[in-house]
């Protein structure tokens, strides 16, 4: 069991559109966005890594959360794992949070990336 509900309007997470996820890697913040209804896991990396694993492992959390929390079976093998390159890109080594933040905020809007390296120009007052 991989969630718990906790004050959510339905039972699943998988009744979104879209889940738009943070992701840590040690020392390097990243974004994965799972579209629901368009069966694809996205990851969003400022330094334009690509993480397969971390991928499948998401995959395999909506199929368990859908026979969990559903009580059914989502098949996800034919759904898309996709490393989008035409996003902002980091020009240092330490303002990955910024760009997983501005990633997030702009997918969970579902606007275009309308930000660059220029840190100052994008933090919030």
Known sequence: MWCR????????????????????????WTCAVVDIQGKAVRYYDSLMGEDAVLARHLLRWVEDESADKLKQRWDTSKWAIEFPKNIPRQRNGCDCGVFAIMFADRLGLGVPFDFDQVVEAIRWT
Do not use: C, E, F, N
Request: aromatic share 0%.
């Open 5 to 28: 509900p906790a004050r959510q309007a339905s039972s699943s997470v998988l009744g979104l559109d879209r889940i738009v996820l943070p992701i840590h890697q040690g020392v390097h």
